[in-house]
């Protein structure tokens, strides 16, 4: 065990732990403690922390620690049901704990420090390696040996009520080594390695995030009931079925095939060996097609490719790597099946059988199904290949041919799963609800893509979340520290709509809340993945949030944050928070400021800064009236401060945009 600055340790310590162990090493316990609770845990320093279980009713628990010589006792309740609240010192360790009803339940090597609550969707639960493979991930994963940080990952499983207990991976905590590191959320990961290098005090990460989920998912029925919106699917979950929700999905699939012009009478035409794709247009393989070809499709596309397989090849089993594609595939090679997956985070590698191996041309044939955002093989050139079992390989990479199957606006929206987990509550039910009485020091949050076409209710819906946590958790303003959106998909050559600046500007608009911080990530995203490799670089700037607002750490946390206007003849000048040190990141000029007058429409405008403040004008405009910086999915912007971090996209008028 390597502890850094301020971590105790002692003999006596140690000697009391080995004591306990072979007094009770073959004792079995009676008591039942919910999943939060193992080896290895973390205990939330200086605080009251609740532990609780079940045991026969009327049994009477005691609670006895090695950090402290108090004993705490209290009895079962009728239904068996106990919480009893320790007294943890400052950080350090390692300690034991010993629950008994008579028969003791030992917990080993616990540490004090702090606790953080990891939650939102794919960008949070993005692991080092696995579907994520983050910049460097192979060297970052072999150089993760911090076993004062502890890891708790929390499984994907909903539920319609609240439950009093979560499912999680590895039987509990788990130490941060390279062997359990690789498949946990890669911006918490190095969050916490930031936390610690400089505090040195242990970490402990609960993390419970989901892909592709929105936040009423992440929020409890008491908080959504205040949203209209929600009252017809709150109200479906009361009276769904796993059956009948099956027998609803059979039935839509079943349309979706029905309309599919790749297929005829059930039967793939499009497949099929020597089909003539003559007249099929070409998209990039590798990236999402939203960023290419079909902007904004959702729906089934067929894509095709001919290889040449050489006579090395013929006779041999071939397997075909295709890395990951959103969401669900069926992948065909001469027109016989060779594989099918579901779900945009799996890696794609099947097997081409020797007997469909042949000199010649091959054809490829993918049957790519997605349901919302990104779309397509958006895997790495190296990730795309054919190979024979010695590693030879052929490249997949460049054009492929591709026709729409079908688009999904075509037919009526996919009916709502009772196991689906985008559901309101369906996962604070389960991944949150059971850690309510966990003490924990905060929450980081990566969420909001799913939202992106309802921006407008999110800047109601995000807050109410953030207050809902809040009141459940009774710990006051708990620190609740989120990523802002990054720039994505194609960048715009003219000013117009956008609602994910939509959705970053609602999430600008939390900061009002105490205690609140937000990452900017608008200069480190990716056009073509919506999930940006760069989490290295997350992770640091929530981090510096953290340091600077919850650990008393004198640094620079964020670029400048928009605070107000005037409007000055023909300019418009724009005062900030966080002023000290403006300046241009690169280039000579300022970039990414618009401009528009009463007819609310947007010009591109020129910006200059003068002492703390900027200046905005634009000779399309005499008359200024709003002022917008950043206002695109994907912009180009360079305003940062003494921190070097960039400036959040803001704008200074309140019009109705495209997600009203």
Known sequence: MIFKKGIKRSLPVIML????LMSFQDAQAKVKLPSVFSDNMVFQQKTKAAVWGKADPGKTITISTTWSRARYTSKADGLGNWKIM????????????TISDGDPLILMNVLIGEVWICSGQSNMEMPLAGWGKINNYEQEVAAAKYPSIRLLQVDHVTSNVPSSDAQVANLGWKPCIPQYVADFSSVAYFFAKEIYEKKGIPIGLIHTSWGGTPAEAWMSSEALSQFPYFNQQLEAL???????????????QKTIDDKDKGYVQGKTQWAVKDYDDSSWATMPIG??????????????????KKVEIPASFTNKDLKISLGTIDDNDITYFNGEQIGETIGYDR?????????LVKKGFAEITIRVFDGMGGGGVVAKNEELYLATADGTRIALTGDWKYKVGINLKEVAPAPISSSGSGRPTVLYNNMIHPFLQFAVRGVIWYQGESNADRATQYRELFPALINDWRKKWNLGDLPFYFVQLANFKKADTIPGPSAWAELRDAQFGVLKLKNTGMAVAIDIGDANDIHPKNKQEVGHRLALIALAKTYGVATAYSGPL???????????RIEFDLA??????????????????????????????VDNHIEVISENVKQPIAVRYGWEDNPSLNLTNKSNLPASPFRTDNWPGITK
């Open 86 to 97: 320790v007294a943890t010192p400052s950080y350090g360790g390692p300690y034991a704990m």
């Open 562 to 572: 928009y605070r107000s206007y005037q409007i000055i003849g023909d300019k418009i």
């Open 287 to 304: 990236t999402g097609w939203e960023n290419s070809v079909l902007p904004d499709f959702d729906g089934v596309v067929w894509l095709r």
């Open 580 to 609: 000290d040190g403006l300046k241009i990141a690169s280039g000579k000029s300022l970039l990414g400021f618009t401009i528009a007058g009463a007819d609310q429409k947007f010009y591109s405008a020129q910006a200059i800064i």
């Open 17 to 20: 732990i080995s004591v306990l």
């Open 238 to 252: 009361k009276n769904s079925s796993p059956e009948s929700d099956a027998q609803q999905m059979v039935a839509w």
């Open 347 to 355: 890696q794609r590698m099947y097997t081409i059988p020797a007997h």
